[in-house]
């Protein structure tokens, strides 16, 4: 493929030509194959490889905040969230998910870039540990972190605040 046609078309494997093949616009050039048949419909998210938008037509339970979509974590996976001009740590534990100041009493790591094993997430600072049920510090047992409560309404993980 010669360098203008990349340059307008994108690599045959790259992000524009995914984005072709799943809104049905073909092929870049001769050297792809067609697929045989059309792929199902994928949402507008996925097919531009981002995560589910917080569901916007969730009523949340009082003093609960709609996060973000259940299907935006996988299990195991930690994020930041803003919500409330405040950031927290939000977690999907083999139990559900879990809520947390996003910051290391200790010394102010972001725990949303710690690791999350079972229900304990590290921080990645100085490896802080931390039970997301309870907010207990493994590490040091003077130490608590403030946790939040969740619901999952429908498709929608709801935080209180």
Known sequence: MGLIQTLLTGRPNGLRARLRRRMGGGTAGPSSPKPPSAPPPVPAEA???LKPEAPKDVTPPDGFEVVLHKDALK???VTEIIIGGRAIAVAHTEDGYRACTNTCPHAEGP???GEL???VLTCPYHGWEFDLTSGACLTNETVTLPTF???????AVCVRL
């Open 47 to 49: 097919a531009l490889g």
């Open 75 to 77: 299990v195991g996976a």
């Open 111 to 113: 725990l949303s870039e």
């Open 117 to 119: 094993s079972g229900g």
């Open 149 to 155: 409560a969740v619901q999952v309404v429908g498709d």
